[in-house]
């Protein structure tokens, strides 16, 4: 038997502080006009003391499975992406599996930086195709204000902290297997497509690491090389899902793209024709929080009744690796 999966709901949690760029102009060499004109940024959020990222990503486990009518136990797959885990080891997925009642499965983290949400859903889409697990949650959780260094004005301004969360389901299809040739109208995730390219591992990385030196490390990057990149390997990326599903740019109901400058965003959005009003932008407000970017724009874009069931959402990202992907799903 042929299994898709299905998207039951999503959520998404941001921890309470939110800092302004005018605050951050108090302690660098910066202003609220840079940082708007550059990036699209006006806030970010950034957790408390003490708070994790297994915090906000049970917080935002919790949402996406109310979302979905479901209970921890419920579950038995759990792939948790984030680049900033509570500790080395254990697995940051397996303290949220203990948190919200998953009894049963497996739980495992997965680290693709930024684009860590799109390789968590290709892997947990494959589990459920192919009859590995029956209900995945999917969670893009970081706290990456913890290892900026605040006083690099060239990369401090740009991230934030935050969580998303996404529950699929495994349905038997009508038919036919996905990643199908045709356009395809049957709900669920179409396709996934990922890429890396580890040739350029030092152009976005954290100087530390427990076999390097046994530190967190701070991170380091070279924003225009990455910028020029992202532009390139995201356009790629998007029109081999287009390509992959029959389908064009202007068939996509929502762009929902990783949110890492508003100039990459509206490139994208350009290149597939669409309006702006059809790409979800939350970057003003969350900042770039890395894998949880995608799953906390899908979580807003949910609860206000932009995505609904039957839209086409196309989700994109790249990052640290360097890595990039898509993927397409029917909602
Ligand atoms: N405030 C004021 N001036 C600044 C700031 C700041 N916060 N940051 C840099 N500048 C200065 C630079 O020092 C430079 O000054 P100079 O000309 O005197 O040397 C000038 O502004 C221009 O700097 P650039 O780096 O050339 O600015 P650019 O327009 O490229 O914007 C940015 C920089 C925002 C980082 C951009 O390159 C970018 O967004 N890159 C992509 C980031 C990205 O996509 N990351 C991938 C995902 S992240 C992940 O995976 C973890």
Same mark, same amino acid.
């Given at each position: 038997? %042929? ?47 003490? *708070? ?9 486990? *919790?949402?996406?499975?109310?979302? &979905?009518?479901?209970? /921890? ?11 900033? =885990? ?20 497996? &739980? ?38 913890? +290892? ?26 009508? /038919?036919?297997?996905? %990643? ?64 992959? %599903?029959? !389908? ?8 929902? =793209?990783?949110?890492? %400058?508003?100039?990459?965003?509206? &490139? ?5 024709? !669409? ?7 939350? +970057? ?48």
């Amino acid at each position: 038997m %042929n299994f898709r999966s299905h998207v039951l709901g999503c959520g998404g949690y941001l921890p309470e502080r939110i800092v302004t760029n005018d605050e951050l102009a108090k302690t660098l060499d910066t202003t609220d006009a840079w940082i708007r004109q550059r990036t699209g940024i006006r806030q970010r959020h950034v957790a408390a003391d003490g *708070e994790l990222t297994s915090d906000l990503a049970v917080r935002a486990a *919790e949402r996406a499975l109310a979302a &979905a009518g479901l209970n /921890g136990w419920d579950i038995d797959l759990l792939v948790l992406a984030t680049a900033t =885990p509570d500790n080395t080891f254990p697995a940051t997925a397996t303290k949220v599996q203990a948190r919200i009642g998953m009894t049963g499965g497996a &739980a495992f983290d997965l680290q693709a930086v930024c684009s860590g949400f799109i390789y968590a859903l290709a892997v947990a889409d494959s589990f459920l195709r192919t009859g590995q697990a029956k209900r995945a949650l999917v969670i893009g959780a970081e706290t990456f204000s913890r +290892i900026l260094d605040w006083s690099d004005r060239g990369t401090c301004v740009l991230f934030g902290d935050g969580a998303g969360a996404l529950v699929l389901e495994a349905r038997p299809t009508n /038919g036919h297997a996905g %990643n199908s040739a045709r356009p395809n109208m049957e709900r669920g995730v179409l396709s996934t497509h990922l890429h890396s390219d580890g040739s350029n591992y030092g152009l976005l990385y954290v100087d530390g690491g427990p076999s390097l030196n046994g530190r967190a490390g701070h991170l380091r990057m070279e924003g225009k090389e990455i910028f020029r990149l992202a532009v390139e390997r995201l356009a790629a990326v998007v029109d081999e899902a287009l390509a992959a %599903n029959g !389908l064009n740019g202007t068939d996509i109901d929502w762009l929902v =793209p990783h949110q890492a %400058n508003k100039r990459i965003i509206d &490139a994208m959005g350009r290149r597939l024709g !669409l309006p702006a009003a059809k790409v979800v932008v939350t +970057i003003d407000r969350h900042a770039n929080t890395s894998a949880a970017s995608v799953p906390l724009a899908l979580a807003e874009a949910t609860a206000d009744g932009r995505i609904k069931p039957g839209h086409l959402v196309l989700m994109e990202a790249m990052g640290g690796g360097l890595t990039w992907g898509a993927g397409l799903v029917r909602w």
